[in-house]
């Protein structure tokens, strides 16, 4: 079975700080990972995903993340946090099953908070 | 982007009665899905639709049931709501050549009282 897991449910920054969100993976088979960002009162967004080749992935407003499948991570990244970035953050993990359809599977997410 | 929009946006229903939520794509993408989201839980599937009349059951499927009797509607359905079924939910579509990711709808948040 697959499961994701997020290290920390709650991570806090100061503004032009480096943002490190951790999220770690089973899987029995090659996954695809995924980073989605959800704003207060908001849908999920993409912010970037994995499926195959390069493994460090760039993503929109500046996250990147990187698949290292030996430490099955997939931690998100960026530089230097903007005030705007606070909101909540979900890694997924999906496989791709008979029939060519999908299912995502979420961990619990993050919250990420920008102080000045 | 894909058109989804789900209905209502906010409900509150009292504990006992049915509740349908819809979720509404405009094109014509095969795959749609349902979502609860939870503090601490994440987002955890439901239900989801393989196309019209082709439904399956996630992890969370007690209490709720679904139909698609058209491509681009799939309705959730609480038959008898119940406080813990308190959550907002989302509707997802595949987008993509791979399928390999979602979008998702702007949520329904539903209070059982």
């Known amino acids: 079975a697959q499961s994701v897991t997020q290290l920390g449910s709650h991570v806090s920054v100061s503004e032009g700080a480096l943002v490190l969100l951790r999220c770690n993976y089973s899987?029995?088979?090659?996954?695809?990972l995924f980073w989605y960002v959800q704003y207060p009162n908001q849908g999920l967004q993409l912010l970037l995903k994995y499926t195959t080749g390069a493994t460090l992935v760039k993503g929109i407003n500046g996250f990147e993340a990187e698949f290292k499948k030996s430490e099955t991570s997939f931690h998100l990244t960026k530089p230097s946090a903007h005030m705007s970035d606070a909101a909540e953050y979900f890694c997924?993990?999906?496989?791709?099953?008979?029939?060519?359809?999908?299912?995502?599977?979420f961990g619990a997410g993050t919250r990420l908070a920008v102080h000045p | 982007d894909a058109g989804i929009t789900q209905s209502p946006r906010h409900k509150v229903t009292e504990t006992g009665t049915p509740v349908t939520l819809r979720c509404h794509q405009t094109e014509n993408h095969r795959y749609m899905y349902w979502y609860r989201q939870d503090p601490g839980h994440g987002l955890r599937l439901i239900h989801y639709?393989?196309?019209?009349?082709?439904?399956d059951k996630g992890e969370v499927s007690d209490g709720y049931s679904v139909s698609r009797s058209k491509t681009e509607d799939f309705l959730l359905t609480l038959e008898s709501a119940t406080s813990s079924q308190t959550s907002v939910y989302f509707c997802?579509?595949?987008?993509?050549?791979?399928?390999?990711?979602?979008?998702f709808g702007s949520g329904t948040r539903l209070t059982v009282v």
């Open positions: 997924a993990v999906s496989r791709e099953f008979s029939g060519g359809y999908n299912k995502l599977i």
């Open positions: 899987s029995s088979v090659p996954p695809y």
């Open positions: 997802a579509i595949s987008v993509g050549q791979d399928l390999s990711g979602y979008t």
């Open positions: 639709s393989y196309g019209v009349k082709d439904t």
